[in-house]
């Protein structure tokens, strides 16, 4: 994205994002972020610092693929989280006749009270990068390690030294038919995606058609070689009809048999050997037992061969038939299609009538739920609370977790809901003989479990908290 396409999406999305609060980061991949402003329309902030193609502009997109397709934060992304929950957008500008965007933002923070803080967004290729400033420009942290004056922690923020900064000045990004420079950009980069996987799936489906023919080679190989370690079949039978044949006349020395080879016109006498154990009736017995192995082995084999031939073929027809497809753009059967995700009824179902919480309504018409056991509480948080759900638990004593349903994505809940909601989560702990207990709050996105955590601890990356009276006010449904 050049300088002056960056500057017209600045203005496009500046007086949109004025006064939004800054919500819940979703890592889309190492240098990719979606960041939710909980604009209307299901809109939201991409941005892209990949080298070849750092880009920023609004997405449209709905809440549960993203969260499908978020990975987990890196410590940056959890600083940022835990830093700006809920900060006020103040301004969105961008640095004249540079790449680099400045989102200013206004934190209320529970015990530093404002402050204020500036998350830099820099697009200047290799250089690429995001930055989070103090009230006076200095670096805090930053999403990568960069070198040079005034991108290094804990010095003040000062643009990279740029090579090409009048390089495509006056080329700006066509908007064509599209409502806004954003929608025109997140289209072109789609298909560039698109495009992009279907290559892959290309080189995918060549790679695969190579490695099963390579496979079959392989083993075809090895199966003819065990054809010829078996032998011919009747050169071990005719060695047993031998033996038999000169029972009267043969001659032994040691382990080997001197017979004459009736079988012969001019009856040559001729060497078998054959262990001096043995008597002359059980060679021939173990010759035949050969034969038979070699003759089932030889038609076992000769016919696996043949069935990889067979197999080998149809995949060189295959990789014909893609190489062509290829050629001429038309590979309908050979990528897989994709389906419009349909809604899990029966996953539905079965989280609406989940056994392991309790249920109850409060005085505002919110749903509650509060789980039973520890696995339970893992299910209720992880599988069935939504990302803008809230979640409570007593601050200080193992206990149930509590879910309030929040469909309408509202900021907070009625404080009678959370008083409500709050008095169960401390009935449901190991608090409930107290007379007061402290009981934390948060949405769901900020709560995460530690990998390798028993079943229902979790961490918080942010949180407020009430002190009430455990108590079970409301009646279950």
Known sequence: MNEPTLQIIINEISPILRDTKFGKIFPLGNLRFVIDFRLNEGNYLFLSLEPFAPRIYLIKERLRDL?????????????????????IVQNVSKDEN??????????????????????????TGRSSNLFLLDERDFILDSLRENQ?????????????????????????????????????????????????????????????????????????????QDLENHGKAEHWKRLGDLLLANLANAVRIDDTVLVTDYFDENAPTVEIEAAEHLSLTEAAEKFFKRYTKARNARLALEQRIE?????????????????????????????????????????????????GARRYISSDGWEILVGKASKDNDHLTFR???????????????????????????????????????????QFSQGKQQPKAAVNYTQKKFVNKPKGAVAGLVSLSSFKTILVEPKESLERV
């Open 67 to 87: 969260e499908k397709q978020s990975l987990n934060p890196n410590p940056f992304i959890q600083m940022l989280r835990k830093r700006l929950s809920n900060a």
């Open 148 to 224: 040079g004056d005034g991108q290094i922690i804990a010095t003040r923020y000062a643009p990279p030294v740029q090579d090409n900064k009048t390089q495509n000045k006056d080329e700006v990004f066509p908007k064509g038919d599209f409502a806004t420079f954003s929608e025109a950009l997140s289209h072109y980069y789609q298909q560039i995606e698109a495009e992009k996987e279907r290559q892959n799936q290309i080189k995918s489906a060549e790679a695969k058609l190579r490695q099963e023919i390579s496979k079959r080679e392989k083993l075809q190989k090895k199966l003819q």
């Open 384 to 426: 069935i609370a939504k990302s803008l759900d809230f979640w409570l638990h007593a601050a200080d004593y193992g206990g149930s977790h509590v879910v309030v349903k929040n469909p309408n994505r509202a900021e907070q809940m009625p404080p009678k809901t959370l008083l409500e909601a709050a008095q169960l989560a401390a």
């Open 98 to 123: 540079e790449r680099i965007v400045r989102l200013k933002l206004l934190s209320n923070d529970e015990f530093e009270g404002l402050k204020n803080f500036t998350l830099v967004i820099q697009l």
């Open 307 to 355: 069935q990889l031939r067979t197999e080998i073929a149809e995949f060189e027809t295959k990789k014909s038939e893609l190489e062509k497809a290829v050629a001429e753009q038309n590979l309908d059967g050979f990528l897989p299609e994709k389906s419009e995700e349909k809604p899990n009824k029966q996953k539905e179902k079965k989280d609406d009538f989940f056994k």
